[in-house]
C-alpha cells in the first residue's frame, strides 16, 4: 500500500529554515518525486521535482535558489530544504509521487495532478 508521511513544519521567522522530510513506501523507488504547496485561498502550487533515475531536479521560479530537494532512497526520504523563508512562503506542504511517467522525465509543476499524495505538514513564516 502507498503512503507518504511529512514531517518537519513549523513556525519560523522570515529568513530563517526548515528542513521538511517525507518518508515513503512503495515496491519500487517511483520514478518522481514532489513537493507542492497551497496556502489559504490559492490554488496549489508546484514547488519542486525530484527525478530518481538520474537526480535531476526542478524547481518553481517561486523558490529557486532558496530551496533544495533531495532524495535518501536508502531511507526511503524526500527532503525540501527550505532556506531565506519569506511569508509568503507560508502554505501546507504536500509530498507526491508519480509511480510511473512518459518521456524519461517528471510531469511539469504547473500540472497538479500526481498519483499519490501525503497529508501534508503546515508552514508558517512570520515577517
Known amino acids: 500500500q502507498m503512503q507518504l508521511v511529512e514531517s518537519g513544519g513549523g513556525s519560523v521567522q522570515a529568513g530563517g529554515s526548515l528542513r521538511l522530510s517525507c518518508v515513503f513506501s512503495?515496491?519500487?523507488?517511483?520514478?518522481?518525486i514532489y513537493w507542492f504547496r497551497q496556502a489559504p485561498g490559492k490554488e496549489r502550487e508546484g514547488v519542486a521535482s525530484?527525478?530518481?533515475?538520474?537526480?535531476?531536479?526542478s524547481y518553481s521560479d517561486s523558490v529557486k535558489g532558496r530551496f533544495t530537494i533531495s532524495l535518501d532512497a536508502a531511507k526511503n526520504t524526500l527532503y525540501l530544504q527550505m532556506n531565506s523563508l519569506k511569508p509568503e512562503d507560508t502554505a501546507i506542504y504536500y509530498c507526491?509521487?508519480?509511480?510511473?511517467?512518459?518521456?524519461?522525465?517528471?510531469?511539469?509543476?504547473?500540472?497538479?495532478?500526481?498519483?499519490?499524495w501525503g497529508r501534508g505538514t503546515q508552514v508558517t513564516v512570520s515577517s
Open positions: 507526491a509521487m508519480d509511480v510511473y511517467v512518459v518521456g524519461g522525465s517528471c510531469r511539469p509543476l504547473r500540472d497538479h495532478e500526481r498519483d499519490y
Open positions: 512503495y515496491p519500487y523507488l517511483p520514478p518522481c
Open positions: 525530484f527525478y530518481t533515475r538520474d537526480g535531476s531536479t
